[in-house]
């Protein structure tokens, strides 16, 4: 049984495409000042504090935190936010690239958190937890929302086809491209009925927004335990997400550049390949187009490597995913990454950056040879959740991303 619950959101009133921002780890402090130089009104002035104070200031001072909270009250006071006047679900829409994902914008539990019942998938780092979790402690709030998904359900699948054929709240693209819109649900009976509905899903998932979560995990037990009538039921106890179904995700491929060959001519590396356990040919194909199929672009040249079953790893959620199969068989043996978290002689490029990116990589900046990768399917990533293990690191790339600053959960 999952718990979510309708909010009182803190929510744009004025134009969202000049205040909603992409999350705030998918971009560095320099990269973030650009985007916001000569807007005040864009939410990373909030979600990126430090781009208004002095170069090299230190990302976890207390004053990057202050920050954040004065911006924050500015930006209420001078009217960019408001507050609903009625607690309410939403669905949020992206389309890119003539598609399109719904999803229901609700407060969801840390106690499920706490439980397993909202699944994770990926190791997170402690310095990124404090970091948020001082974040949301200085606002009061949860701003950036985590990316979640349930498996197959019509009847709430329902619901979101239904909404969304109403007039949104929001309906703007990004300057990327990405379409977005926002519908709300104020009717008592629909959120009733949303909620009833999600009390008959078994676990959530997450896809992206590991770090949030934990850190409004954080915060709840932090002020649980600072509050001797403390109930279960307190604003804290919940943060804001995004549920969408897990069949309407979109997964790109995580792709992988090397710096070297450890040592090995490209003639000496095709050879330890077929060894290895892979057939190897050259082909004009940059992507694979199966799971268990490779891409290397390798001296100008593009190959297709396949997998032979014996290297496959059967049933185990693990072992059969091609991140790792690339790990095992060809990365840590042969190129001698062996951990690919901090080895500094490997990249990993998104998808959503092409082809093109992974033969700069070696025509351009000096690499040896790049691979490109079949995604990773959200099927897969749920088996690992409910097996409860980890991904390995740079699996999943979610596109589009969630903007964040549309709506925001108080405590």
């Not at 609903?84 to 399109?100: L, S, W």
């Not at 609700?106 to 997170?124: L, R, V």
Request: glycine fraction near 6%; charged fraction near 25%.
């Amino acid at each position: 049984m999952i718990t979510v619950k309708p909010f009182k959101a803190l929510r744009l009133a004025q134009k969202p495409e000049k205040t909603a921002a992409l999350p705030y780890d998918v971009m560095s402090s320099d990269e973030a000042k650009v985007m916001a130089s000569g807007n005040p009104a864009s939410f990373l002035h909030i979600d990126k504090p430090e781009i208004d104070l002095p170069p090299g200031t230190n990302l976890y001072a207390p004053e990057v935190y202050a920050k954040a909270k004065e911006n924050f009250e500015h930006f209420i006071k001078d009217g960019i936010f408001m507050e609903e006047e009625r607690t309410c679900f939403y669905v949020y829409a992206q389309t890119m690239n003539g598609r399109t994902q719904y999803g229901f914008v609700a407060a969801a539990s840390t106690a499920d958190y706490a439980a397993g019942k909202i699944k994770k998938h990926e190791f997170t780092r402690k310095d990124k937890e404090e970091d948020r979790t001082r974040h949301v402690n200085a606002l009061n709030a949860t701003t950036g929302p985590i990316f979640l998904a349930y498996k197959d359900n019509p009847k709430l699948d329902a619901i979101l086809a239904d909404v969304s054929k109403r007039a949104p709240l929001y309906d703007f693209t990004a300057e990327d491209g990405i379409r977005h819109a926002v519908w709300r649900i104020d009717d008592e009976g629909e959120i009733r009925n949303i909620e009833m509905r999600f009390m008959k899903v078994p676990a959530l998932y997450i896809a992206d927004g590991h770090h949030r979560a934990a850190s409004a995990a954080n915060v709840a037990v932090q002020r649980a335990a600072a509050n001797p009538r403390h109930t279960g039921f307190e604003s804290y106890n919940f943060f804001l997400s995004v549920i969408f179904p897990a069949n309407q995700l979109y997964i790109m491929d995580y792709n992988r550049s090397v710096k070297d060959l450890n040592g090995l001519s490209a003639e000496e590396f095709l050879k330890r390949l077929a060894a290895a356990g892979f057939s190897v040919e050259k082909t004009s194909d940059k992507k694979p187009a199966a799971k268990h199929e490779f891409g290397m672009y390798l001296a100008g040249q593009w190959y297709r490597m396949r997998a032979k079953p014996e290297i496959c790893g059967g049933a185990d959620p693990i072992k059969s995913l091609d991140v790792s199969i690339l790990q095992d068989n060809v990365l840590a043996p042969l190129l001698g990454i062996a951990d690919p978290r901090t080895d500094k002689r490997i990249d990993f490029i998104g998808g959503i950056r092409g082809m093109a990116e992974l033969e700069k990589y070696v025509d351009k900046l000096g690499y040896a040879v790049s691979f490109s990768m079949f995604p990773t399917s959200m099927s897969d990533l749920m088996a690992v959740a409910d097996a409860g293990l980890v991904m390995p690191p740079k699996s999943t790339w979610f596109e589009p991303k969630l903007r964040s600053g549309l709506l925001i959960y108080r405590y």
